[in-house]
């Protein structure tokens, strides 16, 4: 089954396409959105999942029971006290990457920061292991550039494109937009040299690049769908 990591720009449009992938190639979408909402879920998952061990969980009760024992596994290691930090973790995950990017000041954030890539990490390599999932952003490139059954795609757009996107989005003013789009990209490039050693603008992270100002995000879409299938047929044969 079709897996496919969507990173970029923001303002860009990994958001905008992502859903999109998914619908077509009729796969789980996840996003940071997601990640944060499982997260909040876990000290009650893991009683739920505990009772209905004969159902298939939802979606991202199943996110949520990955995290938990992600979790446990890095209390064991003495990374992080509680395994049922729910919220705390939920709180992390939402982090935006001008927070997330941040080296670390105190103890207890760096034993965040490593609770939060240990945790990311193992989630989203989960995911792409089970498959039939589109991820969105968290790095999710990088986590998993050494799986050959995963498509890596980043989105790119003109800086105009994604000041506009922004303004609107975030319901900013130009000037406000501007410099929200310009130190955000910022963060994200930081986050990624912090957190995997890599550059996000190093064209061989990725199998496809999309630029969705000079292409429509419904055929962009299509093309990624249409390219994913193509790698999950060659692997097959």
Known sequence: M????IDGQ???GPRLIGPSVARLLGADYVDRLILAEAA???PATVEVLAKREQTIPRFVERIAGLMEKAMERSAMAGVGGDPYMGPGLGTILMQPYDLASKPAATRAQELDDRLFIEVVTEVIRELANAGNVVIIGRGGCA?????PHV??????????????????REHL????????????????????????????YDPLLYH???????????HAAEMIAQAAKALETGRAN
Not at 2 to 5: G, L, M, N, P, Y
Not at 176 to 189: C, D, H, L, S, W
Not at 208 to 218: K, Q, R, Y
Request: glycine share 2%; aromatic share 6%.
């Open 2 to 5: 079709a897996v496919v990591t």
């Open 10 to 12: 923001i303002g860009g």
């Open 40 to 42: 909040r879920r876990i």
């Open 143 to 147: 986590i998993v550039k050494d799986l």
């Open 151 to 168: 498509l890596r795609v980043a989105v790119v757009a003109k800086l105009e494109d994604r000041i506009s996107s922004n303004m609107e």
């Open 173 to 200: 003013d130009r000037p406000a937009a501007e410099k929200f789009t310009i130190e955000t990209e910022k963060a994200r490039v930081a986050y990624f040299r912090k957190f995997f050693k890599v550059d996000p």
């Open 208 to 218: 496809m690049i999309v630029n969705i100002s000079v292409m429509n995000p419904e």
